[in-house]
Nanobody, 116 residues
Framework: QVQVVESGGGLVQPGGSLRLSCAAS????????MAWFRQAPGAQRELVAS???????NYADSVKGRFTISRDNAKSTLYLQMNSLKPEDTAVYYC??????????WGQGTQVTVSS
């Protein structure tokens, strides 16, 4: 049973930065492709960025050039560095498996609020 725990969210002013982390347990060092998602109030959950086990990445157009996804396979940890944050980035952020390969149970997520 894979479990994910997201952390690192908070309140930040427009133009600021945050780094999110996702600790995954139960992976047993398997080469899963992973991803970050977000869900804003009243909106559907959307894919933000994904990363293959070998480090190949993909980003939603809305975050390209501002967000960077990375992973530490030895620690089974996923990261999302978010720079130049905008109010429209406000959402609960979740990590999970790359949806092309299925999904695990969702964690609680971490709230990111961008506001002055």
């Amino acid at each position: 049973q894979v479990q994910v725990v997201e952390s690192g969210g908070g309140l930040v002013q427009p133009g600021g930065s945050l780094r999110l982390s996702c600790a995954a347990s139960g992976i047993n060092n398997r080469g899963y492709a992973m991803a970050w998602f977000r869900q804003a109030p009243g909106a559907q959950r959307e894919l933000v960025a994904s990363i293959m086990y070998d480090g190949i990445t993909n980003y939603a157009d809305s975050v390209k050039g501002r967000f960077t996804i990375s992973r530490d396979n030895a620690k089974s940890t996923l990261y999302l560095q978010m720079n130049s944050l905008k109010p429209e980035d406000t959402a609960v952020y979740y990590c999970n498996r790359d949806p092309r390969f299925g999904t695990w149970a969702w964690g609680q997520g971490t709230q990111v609020t961008v506001s002055s």
